[in-house]
């Protein structure tokens, strides 16, 4: 099935269990982690989108050269986060050799375009986490109380790592900020005053700045 490369208006058909996948994809060891324990099919023009989970859940895979490479993956996280038909979830590959480029795509996932990043080590790791994300995906909610709670920690991972890319901000205090600024936007829109009492006035002044530079 063709479609042309940013035409996400029609819904693309995944069956229950299955992942729908970029055809760039066949051979690679993220696919080849993948096969027998689900099904997958391979279709050609599925640009921007990596992987279909379901016809309204699609995967964006950022790989260690993307990252290197440059800012050219923007465009494709900004056309699916634009759809209204699509939820996207982002995987990218932090490595040691992309570990230094990855707090400006966290910044730009999370805070700029308020999407899902999963950081994993390699594809191996991707197609362990993908095999997990299309489980969930085949249970019912209603049947499956512990579907919510996983995607719930998933998501408050994801915001921990990130509330930890700024300057001074360890664990600890990032625990602490989400106790008290429980959204990244709650968290960027604080004044020094609101920060003080939970980090005190100099960690409270780097919060601020790091969030002021991230707007611009």
């Excluded at 375009?113 to 969930?136: D, K, N, R, W, Y």
């Excluded at 512990?146 to 300057?167: D, G, H, N, W, Y």
Aim: proline share 5%.
């Amino acid at each position: 099935m063709e479609r042309s490369p940013l035409d996400l208006t029609g819904p693309v058909h995944v069956p229950l269990g299955h992942v729908v996948a970029n055809e760039k994809w066949r051979g690679s060891q993220l696919t080849q982690g993948m096969q027998g324990k689900i099904k997958l099919i391979f279709e050609d023009g599925l640009t921007p989108v990596d992987f279909y989970l379901s016809s309204r859940s699609c995967i964006l895979y950022i790989t260690e050269a993307d990252l290197v490479a440059g800012n050219s993956y923007r465009k494709r996280l900004v056309v699916v986060r634009n759809s209204s038909n699509l939820k996207g979830i982002v995987i990218v590959e932090k490595t040691q050799m992309s570990e230094q480029y990855f707090p400006a795509i966290q910044k730009f996932t999370v805070l700029d375009l308020g999407m899902v990043l999963l950081p994993v080590a390699s594809q191996m790791e991707a197609s362990c986490l993908m095999i997990q994300l299309v489980q969930e995906q085949t249970k019912e909610p209603s049947k499956n109380p512990f579907l919510r709670k996983k995607r719930a920690l998933i998501s408050e991972q994801s915001l921990l790592q990130t509330v930890q890319q700024i300057p001074g901000i360890g664990k600890i205090k990032a625990r602490l900020l989400l106790q008290k600024f429980p959204s990244i936007q709650q968290l960027s829109n604080a004044s020094i005053q609101e920060l003080e009492p939970v980090v005190g006035q100099a960690v409270a002044q780097q919060i601020h700045a790091f969030f002021t530079q991230s707007r611009r």
